[in-house]
């Protein structure tokens, strides 16, 4: 099973950037973290970051025969992007939205999210462990298939 999973944008500033809000780790450490759990559960996995809509939605777009699944991390795009919302839409594959934060403890602009409705759910506030999280949902969701 291939699982393709998306960092948005500023994420690629983890460590650095809002660490009270978003840990020290930053991406590689949390890709690595991501790889050895995608192993123990014997997933394969590609990881990629994009700060720009076009590119992300590029990505889903060549998910499609490629992935059986998708885990996203839309970063602020969550919030607005009705193009990646569409693309999520338009790819029919199993997607699972993490954040890192509890956006639902933050700001009011923050609460809504765009791309949760076409996503099959969401993990968000367990730092890492969100992505971790939703690896094993998406394992439990396609053996079930
Ligand atoms: C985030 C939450 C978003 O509101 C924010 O814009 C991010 C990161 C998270 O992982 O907690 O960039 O997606």
Redesign the pocket.
């Known amino acids: 099973m291939k699982i393709l999973v998306i960092h948005?944008?500023?994420?690629n500033l983890l460590g650095l950037r809002e660490p009270e809000?978003?840990g020290r780790y930053s991406l590689e450490e949390i890709n690595k973290d991501i790889r050895e759990e995608a192993e123990r559960l014997g997933l394969e996995v590609e990881i990629v970051q994009y700060n720009g809509e076009k590119e992300i939605i590029e990505k889903l777009h060549s998910a499609i025969n490629q992935f059986q699944g998708i885990i996203i991390?839309?970063?602020?795009y969550?919030?607005y992007s009705i193009a990646i919302r569409d693309a999520i839409a338009a790819v029919r594959l199993p997607t699972i939205e993490?954040?890192?934060?509890n956006?639902y403890s933050?700001e009011e602009f923050?609460h809504h999210s765009v791309t949760a409705p076409v996503c099959l759910g969401g993990i968000?506030g367990f730092g890492v462990a969100?992505y971790l999280l939703a690896l094993r949902a998406l394992k439990m969701v396609l053996e079930e298939r």
């Open positions: 948005g944008p500023n994420l809000v978003y991390n839309p970063g602020a969550t919030h993490v954040h890192l934060s956006i933050r923050r968000y969100s």
